[in-house]
Every structure is written in structure tokens, then in C-alpha cells.
């Protein structure tokens, strides 16, 4: 039962352009939503997050939109450089009074060409 | 800064031996995460901790026992590995919970032959 779903395993676009990565998730409860950023054979990278109680949060070329009643967020990257060229995961936040934990998604490969 | 550190980077094990997988972050966090990576999967989270001396169970937590005697150290440890558990495990810290951005080592690739 996958809770957090990135249904797009990858993703092509050109350099300058906007990227626009999807992730749906099934669990109301859900407080909270990370982005990570992944290249090969290192750790993931946190990239930007958003409350629940908020529909965008902005950090410089990224965007990230979170539409509650549809359970979806997306990531925005704009404009798109060969150095996004890597692995997007998102997390979703589940908390209760035994538990804090993160759920991800399966990833989306990014790749930015010239 | 050395962030957090996972030893070793590779290792090839029979089915049926045992190893311990070491994290290491300097930090000060107080949460630390053991995830395992599959194709296809994502990140699966198997053990987490929220202080010295607390352990929780993940999401997959079958097979893996984890200790967290000091606060900068978390161990994973599989008793008699199985090739099932041939993965990529990537140690995680946060400074508090899940909302706290968390910090990867770079992981720990293991084959069970």
C-alpha cells in the first residue's frame, strides 16, 4: 500500500525550461511535505518542503504547490539546468503519539538536456 | 564537516552471517533514521531513533535489530542476512522530527550472496 506515490518514473526537459515533478499521497493525515534531491551513488539532499496549512512555499528556482483537497503537491523547477539532472523523491510527514516519521515516494529521474 | 558518516561503503556477505552497519554524525541530532533503497521502492524507512538510548520500528523492520547507545552513533545490525537484504541503506539524522529537514550519509551498498 503505497501511501505517497510519484507516478512519473522519469521525467526530460530542456535546459531553460520548467520542470514539473508530481507526487500523490492517500493519507489525510499527513502534516507535512519534503522534497529530497538524490545523484548517483550519494545521500539524498533536502531540497524544500511545505507545511500542510499552506498551499506554495518558494525557495529561488524551486516551487512547491500543495493541493489538499486533491492530495497532490508538485515541484516546480524553473528555469531547468543540466545540474538538476538527478533523482526527486518526496516525503510526506505522519505523526501521532508514537510515531514521527517520514513516507517516500519511488523517486523521478530528472534529466535536463542542452 | 563530516555530516554523517556511514562504514562501510560496500560489502558482500553469505546468507546466514551476521554485520553491523555504523552511522556516525556529528551534529548533535537528536533523531537518526535507517532507511533501505530498492529499484522501484523508494526509501523504506526500517528503524528510527529519537534520542540516546530509544529505538522505534519503521515500516520494515523484520530481520534488523539497531542500538543507539550514544547519541552520535546508530547501528544497524542484521543477525543472519538473507538475500532479501541485499539493498543500499542510507543513515539519515535530523536535528527533531519528521518535519526537520534530515541529513543522508552517502550509504552502504550490501549484497548477500
Known amino acids: 500500500d503505497q501511501q505517497v506515490k510519484q507516478n512519473s518514473p522519469s521525467l526530460s526537459v530542456q535546459e531553460g525550461r520548467i520542470s514539473i515533478l508530481n507526487c500523490d499521497y492517500t493519507?489525510?493525515?499527513?502534516?507535512?511535505f519534503l522534497w529530497y534531491k538524490k545523484y548517483p551513488a550519494e545521500g539524498p539532499t533536502f531540497l524544500i518542503s511545505?507545511?500542510?496549512?499552506?498551499d506554495k512555499n518558494e525557495d529561488g528556482r524551486f516551487t512547491v504547490f500543495l493541493n489538499k483537497s486533491a492530495k497532490h503537491l508538485s515541484l516546480h523547477i524553473v528555469p531547468s539546468q543540466p545540474g538538476d539532472s538527478a533523482v526527486y523523491f518526496c516525503a510526506a510527514r505522519v505523526r501521532s503519539y508514537n510515531t514521527d516519521k517520514l513516507i517516500f515516494g519511488t523517486g523521478t529521474r530528472l534529466q535536463v538536456f542542452p | 564537516n563530516a555530516g554523517v558518516t556511514q562504514t562501510p561503503k560496500f560489502r558482500v556477505l553469505k546468507t546466514g552471517q551476521s554485520m553491523t552497519l555504523l552511522c556516525a554524525q556529528d551534529m548533535n541530532h537528536e533523531y537518526m533514521y535507517w532507511y533501505r533503497q530498492d529499484p522501484g521502492m523508494g526509501l523504506r524507512l526500517i528503524h528510527y531513533?529519537?534520542?540516546?538510548?530509544?529505538?522505534a520500528k519503521g515500516e520494515v523492520p523484520d530481520g534488523y535489530n539497531v542500538s543507539r547507545l550514544k547519541k552520535q552513533n546508530f547501528l544497524l545490525g542484521l543477525e543472519s542476512a538473507a538475500p532479501s537484504q541485499t539493498s543500499v541503506y542510507f543513515c539519515a539524522s535530523s536535528f527533531a522530527g519528521g518535519n526537520q529537514p534530515q541529513h543522508f550519509g552517502d550509504g552502504t551498498r550490501l549484497s548477500i550472496l
Open positions: 531513533s529519537v534520542g540516546e538510548g530509544t529505538t
Open positions: 493519507n489525510s493525515m499527513f502534516d507535512y
Open positions: 511545505i507545511s500542510s496549512i499552506k
